[in-house]
């Protein structure tokens, strides 16, 4: 058996299956639509139309099944040649011998004792056993259809056609044979090759366009050797050095490729030709310098070129290997998003469109935060002074820019200390909130509410007030959880429409609260969770509601009890009593 160092599945789209049409209900997502399928098991020899065609939007009775099953099998010479016995009354002549040999080699057991069923209409429950029973020693056959589609059950409804066998039996080639347990890894096609049904390079021929290509390096010989396969079947092979090992990057574009070499070593890029099967260098980097595939367009690629003094974009399509003169300066970070026909990849200072026709530099910058339904996109761009906060159309035009002076927090670790800039780290389909303050999202872009650090929020509809969890600009609260550092707030403040901040706890010493949610009430009261440790790595809650000024601690997670006892939320009521804030305080 090979030993495979590296897998990729590439689904190779070519120009002519844009408008693929699928006959039935089982589509087998392949390139060639259903009737080059058909067309590829009849030039394999393993499927046959009528003297009116494929007949792929036709029903296919069992006489018919038993046929077209035993010529995907390889069968059909043996079958009609051979003699074979069988129970059934109902058969026609014509379809014995194929019954027959389905019969006696335990492929159909028949409708009844006596009767194969032969004019009836056979289901995709039926022609699915057949060929289990043909690869498997068992009938189950949920392993054939796709998870979680309710294939057999849509097919059935909509009524099995010939097109749907036609799309069962090509998937069935790629599975594993594991018939008479059989466990050499081989799949249907690979045994239909070594039985002499047909040659790999009459496959080769006939899926070309057809079926999706898989590109592996074989090692089971010592030396390794690339392979261009269908279905489990090595179509052509390319005996590689030693110093060409596995990493091989797999876009969905008719481009392919082999990248050599290690970290420590000068990296080539090759792309991998075909027919015959052969290598072209494209690109080769120095020692300590990397190659890494973002995105591919159509039939253009894009790689980025990792040195030490930052990230060069590189552009690959038909006529070869460009440098596009861009470059991410080292240490900044960037993202790439999808964007109508191409990609959208923005810095902390720059934006490129990247389509299939080229690199377009873009007014846009900053790590996207988030794209609205309506393609306008909100980023964020954090420098040591400020963050700024950009709402985009959907174009990479600004609509309006927000900046939030930066505080400089530090968060103390054992190694050193973490700054954090203030950022918007939440958003829903309106608000949007973080260290960065709240805003609202309308037709002109983002419009802040505060530029208080907001962690949780609740919207007073009746008066159109706020109340959110932050904390004082002097300060960095924070709690750790799951080793996870997590920004949070130590007081509740409430703004109202003209930005007018009313506390609604009095300043209490470092550490004194760390609060979690906040919400209203129906009957207008603010309701709010706190943190407190329960074991190293977890945080437990305590349910607070505050009246008045004061607060009355209501409930707590099964941890605090657990870790604290019963008397935990009398624990935690005493506790904001002695502080002042507590219902009990005097």
């Known amino acids: 058996m090979k030993k495979l160092i590296s897998v990729c599945v590439i689904c190779i789209l070519l120009t002519f299956a844009a408008g693929a049409a699928n006959v039935g209900t089982i589509d087998n997502g392949y390139p060639g639509d259903t009737e080059a399928q058909a067309q590829m098991l009849c030039d394999l020899g393993l499927f046959r139309g009528t003297e009116n065609g494929f007949e792929l939007d036709k029903p296919m009775t069992r006489a018919e099944a038993s046929a077209m099953l035993t010529r995907l099998l390889g069968a059909e010479q043996t079958a009609l040649t051979g003699e074979w016995t069988h129970p059934f009354t109902d058969v026609p002549s014509w379809a014995d011998k194929y019954v027959g040999w389905l019969y ?50 849509r097919c059935d409804a909509a009524g099995f056609v010939r097109g749907d066998a036609v799309s069962l039996s090509v998937r069935l080639l790629g599975e594993k044979y594991q018939k008479n347990e059989d466990q050499s890894g081989r799949t249907v096609a690979q045994v239909l090759v070594d039985r002499g049904v047909f040659s790999a390079e009459v496959l080769g021929n006939a899926a070309e366009g057809v079926l999706n290509a898989d590109v592996e390096v074989d090692q089971s010989a010592g030396a390794p050797v690339l392979q261009y396969e269908y279905v489990g079947v090595a179509v052509d092979s390319l005996p590689l050095t030693a110093e060409q090992n596995s990493v091989l990057y797999h876009p969905e574009t008719q481009n392919l490729y082999l990248c050599t070499g290690t970290y420590e070593e000068s990296q080539v890029l090759y792309r991998i030709e075909g027919k015959p099967l052969s290598l072209t260098e494209l690109y080769r980097s120095g020692a300590g310098e990397t190659l890494d595939l973002i995105c591919s367009v159509g039939k253009t690629d894009y790689f ?18 460009h440098d596009t003169g861009e470059q991410i300066e080292a240490g900044e970070r960037y993202s790439k998003e999808t964007w109508r026909q191409g990609y959208r990849l923005l810095s902390m200072t720059k934006g490129w469109y990247l389509s299939e026709n080229g690199l377009q530099k873009i007014p846009m910058y900053g790590l996207p935060f988030a794209t609205l339904s309506d393609g306008r996109m909100v980023t964020q761009s954090i420098t040591e002074e400020q963050t700024k906060i950009v709402t985009w159309t959907e174009d990479g035009l600004p609509i309006n820019t927000i900046a939030v ?15 954090f800039a203030p950022q918007l780290t939440e958003h829903n389909d309106v608000y949007f909130w973080g260290s ?33 969890v932050t904390h004082d600009r002097s300060r960095f609260v924070a709690y750790s959880e799951s080793a996870v550092v997590m920004r949070t707030g130590d007081t509740l403040m409430r703004i109202l429409p003209d930005g007018t901040v009313e506390p609604l706890l ?46 009355t601690v209501t409930d707590a997670t099964d941890d605090i009890f657990y870790m604290c006892g019963d008397d935990a939320v009398a624990v935690e009521q005493a506790r904001l009593d002695a502080l002042g804030i507590g219902n009990g305080a005097n």
């Open 304 to 321: 980025l070129h990792n040195t030490a003094a930052g990230e060069k974009l590189l552009m690959v399509n038909a006529s070869g290997l």
């Open 104 to 153: 006696e080699n335990g492929l159909t057991k028949g409708t009844s004792t006596t009767t194969y069923g032969a004019e009836e209409n056979v289901t995709c429950k039926q022609y699915c056993t057949f060929l289990a029973r043909a690869s498997t020693d068992y009938d189950y056959y949920s392993w054939l259809l796709r998870y979680g589609e309710n294939e057999e059950e």
């Open 405 to 419: 002076k930066n505080d400089v927090l530090a968060y103390p670790t054992e190694d050193a200390h973490v700054v």
């Open 506 to 551: 009095p300043v209490l010493p470092e550490e004194s609260l760390l609060v979690d949610q906040v919400n209203l009430l129906a009957d207008g009261r603010v309701q709010f969770t706190t943190l407190k440790p329960t074991e190293p790595r977890r945080m437990g809650r305590f349910t607070c509601i505050l009246d008045g000024g004061k607060i």
């Open 436 to 468: 960065a303050g709240l805003y609202r999202m309308d037709d002109d872009g983002l419009t802040q509410i505060t530029d208080l650090p907001t962690y949780d929020y609740t919207h007073n509809t009746a008066d159109d007030s706020y109340v959110i």
